[in-house]
C-alpha cells in the first residue's frame, strides 16, 4: 500500500543538525512532490518548504531559508530534511506529506535540549 | 505574508452541524485544503478544493467558500470527529500557509 515510513525520534544538541528521514512505497517516487511540515509541542502546523523528487528542486518557507536542506534519493525513494542550526524552538514532530497531501508519514520528534 | 484565521475552538452536541471558518486574503484567489487531527496522529486531508471529498472521507464532511472565508460543515457531528481541524492554503511564490487550528469539541 502507499505510505511514508520516517526515521525515529532523535535528541540533539543546540547547535547541531539533524536528518530526518521519509521511505515512500507503494507508489511511482518521482510522480509525487513531497512536503515537510512540523508542530511543535501543543502548537499548530507550520510548512518547512517542498521538494521535487524528479529533479530534486526545491523551495523553502522562508523562515528556514540558510537552515534547512531537502534532499533525494531515487534509488530508495527517500527524501531528506536536514535542519542545522538547532535551537530549542525547533523540537517538534517534523511530518512528510506527499504534493496533494493525501499520504502523511507518522512524524518523527525531534527534541533539541542541552 | 499570508494569513488564514481560525476560531479556536468550536463546540456542538452529537449530532448537530459544526461549523469551522477560515479567513484570509488568499482565499479569494487560491483554493483551500481542510485537515483533521486527532492526539498523538498525523493530519489526515478531509477537504481540498476548498468543497472536494478524498476518498474515504465520510459525506457529513462538506466545504464551501465565499470570498475570503471558507467553511468546513459536518453534518451530524459524531464523537469521533472531536479532533484539531486546520485550514491550508498555497499562493503564488511558494507563499503556504495554515491556519492556527480550531479544537472541535463535540458532547
Known amino acids: 500500500q502507499v505510505q511514508l515510513v520516517q526515521s525515529g525520534a532523535e535528541v540533539k544538541k543546540p547547535g547541531a543538525s539533524v536528518k530526518v528521514s521519509c521511505k515512500a512505497s507503494?507508489?511511482?517516487?518521482?510522480?509525487?512532490?513531497m512536503h515537510w511540515v512540523r508542530q511543535a509541542p501543543g502548537q499548530g502546523l507550520e510548512w518547512m518548504g517542498i521538494?521535487?523528487?524528479?529533479?530534486?528542486?526545491?523551495s523553502y518557507a522562508q523562515k528556514f531559508q540558510g537552515r534547512v536542506t531537502m534532499t533525494r534519493d531515487t534509488s530508495t525513494s527517500t527524501v531528506y530534511m536536514e535542519l542545522s542550526s538547532l535551537r530549542s524552538e525547533d523540537t517538534a514532530v517534523y511530518y512528510c506529506?506527499?504534493?496533494?497531501?493525501?499520504?502523511w508519514g507518522q512524524g518523527t520528534m525531534v527534541t533539541v535540549s542541552s | 505574508s499570508y494569513e488564514l484565521t481560525q476560531p479556536s475552538s468550536v463546540s456542538v452536541s452529537p449530532g448537530q452541524t459544526a461549523r469551522i471558518t477560515c479567513s484570509g486574503d488568499?482565499?479569494?484567489?487560491?483554493?483551500a485544503r481542510w485537515f483533521q487531527q486527532k492526539p498523538g496522529q498525523a493530519p489526515v486531508l478531509v477537504i481540498y478544493?476548498?468543497?472536494e471529498r478524498p476518498s474515504g472521507i465520510p459525506e457529513r464532511f462538506s466545504g464551501s467558500s465565499s470570498g475570503t472565508t471558507v467553511t468546513l460543515t459536518i453534518s451530524g457531528a459524531q464523537v469521533e470527529d472531536e479532533a484539531d481541524y486546520y485550514c491550508?492554503?498555497?499562493?503564488?511564490?511558494?507563499?503556504?500557509?495554515f491556519g492556527g487550528g480550531t479544537k472541535l469539541t463535540v458532547l
Open positions: 506529506a506527499r504534493g496533494y497531501y493525501d499520504i
Open positions: 507503494g507508489y511511482t517516487f518521482t510522480s509525487y512532490y
Open positions: 521538494i521535487n523528487p524528479s529533479g530534486g528542486s526545491t
Open positions: 488568499v482565499l479569494a484567489k487560491k483554493y
Open positions: 478544493k476548498d468543497s
Open positions: 491550508y492554503s498555497a499562493a503564488d511564490n511558494n507563499g503556504v500557509v
